[in-house]
């Protein structure tokens, strides 16, 4: 049984119903999600071989406290950083150290920032240097499955759409999607209901209303879609060692469709060549 909850009249909790959100909390999402997705932009600039994954945690932590926002993941469940750098075979959860950035490597960034209680969660791949070919390809399947998964967004649809838009299209592509962890609800909240899985079917799942807002963030693979997590607690990688990829928007579910809240303001949060068509 579903069961959704007017958000300005819910508990500060994840109690499983869905908050539905009105128009002043999107404009506060359209905020907190515009800066995250300017930090992600920035740091477009600074990566670079050489750059260690630590310098890179540091300029998101000094980009949120510039600009009146929280890093959501510092001190989250234990976690001490203020990003997640997950390079090449780490799927999700990469722990920023003293490591430097090496020629060749593919790079996802999460940003979560505070900003007057709303967050706004998103991710984008970085290519350090050249990258090969497979690994470009990769960067554009993982790209497109999200924006598929965006476009099933609408009133009346169930998650399971989404997650239908994202396998289909991400395995006839000879890819696979990452089962072990999923998009989530977001807002006052950064981890909220309800679940949103990237594969599936398109009659599963709740029913998407206007005012839901949520993340959708696939992690596709080269290889198999099994991942461990190391001893450190967090850090996620495919079992086999492919390469692993992940972009992440914030949207909001409207009366159309969907509105992206932490679209780039610089044009920078798809794969850079060949421009896809859309
Ligand atoms: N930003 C991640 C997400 O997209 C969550 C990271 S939680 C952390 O949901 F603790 F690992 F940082
Ligand atoms: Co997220
Ligand atoms: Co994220």
Sequence with gaps: MVNYIEASSAP??????????????????????????????????????????????????????????????????????????????????????????????IVNIDVTFVLDGWHGDSSRMYPVGTI???????LEV?????????????????????????????????????????????????????????????NEGPELREGMIFTIEPMINLGRPHVKVLADGWTAVTRDRSLSAQYEHTVGVTAEGCEIFTLSPGGLDRPGLPPLAR
């Excluded at 600009?67 to 203020?82: E, I």
């Excluded at 609408?154 to 395995?171: C, N, V």
């Design 12 to 105: 500060p909790k994840n109690t499983g119903a869905i908050r539905l959100y009105d128009a002043q909390a999107f404009e506060g999402m359209r905020r907190a999600c515009q800066l995250t997705a300017r930090c992600l932009d920035a740091l477009a600039d600074i990566v670079r071989p050489g750059l260690l994954t630590d310098e890179i945690d540091r300029f998101v932590l000094d980009f949120g406290m510039d600009h009146g926002a929280f890093p959501a993941t510092l001190n989250y469940r234990g976690y001490t950083k203020s990003t997640c750098t997950s390079i090449n075979h780490v799927v999700c959860h990469g722990i920023p150290n003293d490591k430097p950035l090496r020629e060749g490597d």
């Design 142 to 202: 993982t790209y497109e499955s999200l924006m598929r998964g965006i476009s099933a967004v609408r009133p009346g649809a169930r998650t399971g759409a989404i997650g239908e838009a994202i396998q289909t299209y991400a395995e006839a592509e000879r890819c696979s999607v990452v089962r072990d962890f999923c998009g989530h609800g977001v807002g006052r909240l950064f981890h909220d209901s309800p679940n949103i899985l990237h594969y599936g079917r398109a």
């Design 132 to 138: 090969k070919r497979a690994a470009e390809r990769l």
